[in-house]
């Protein structure tokens, strides 16, 4: 089974940026779709931008414009690029693959 681990998570202000990277032990291209979730302290965990192998994304109206995600398949990773962030972003950023493969998280605050 595949195996995800997350990086790049942190404390930054409102307006700041923040990259997280999910490195997959299998092979990125292999991966038909990879996401990326969240879930804010007493909220259900919600999906907040995806990938296909094909390119084709996917984004939660509330970072639409603001996120993007990406994926490398030479270096096999998978990003989230978070610009303009909001303190409403606090959360724990989870790496998904094809649906049933989690991440450990990754707590990202942002504060006001």
């Known amino acids: 089974q595949v195996q995800l681990v997350e990086s790049g998570g942190g404390l930054v202000q409102a307006g700041g940026s923040l990259r997280l990277s999910c490195a997959p032990s299998?092979?990125?291209?292999?991966?038909?779709?990879m996401a990326w979730y969240r879930q804010a302290p007493g909220k259900e965990r919600e999906l907040v931008a995806a990938i296909t192998n094909g390119g084709r994304t996917k984004y939660a109206d509330a970072v639409s414009g603001r996120f993007t995600i990406s994926r490398d398949n030479r270096a096999n990773m998978v990003y989230l690029q978070m610009n303009s962030l909001k303190p409403e972003d606090t959360a724990v950023y989870y790496c998904?693959?094809?649906?049933?493969?989690w991440g450990q998280g990754i707590q990202v605050t942002v504060s006001s």
């Open positions: 299998a092979r990125v291209w292999r991966i038909i779709k």
């Open positions: 998904n693959a094809d649906e049933n493969t």
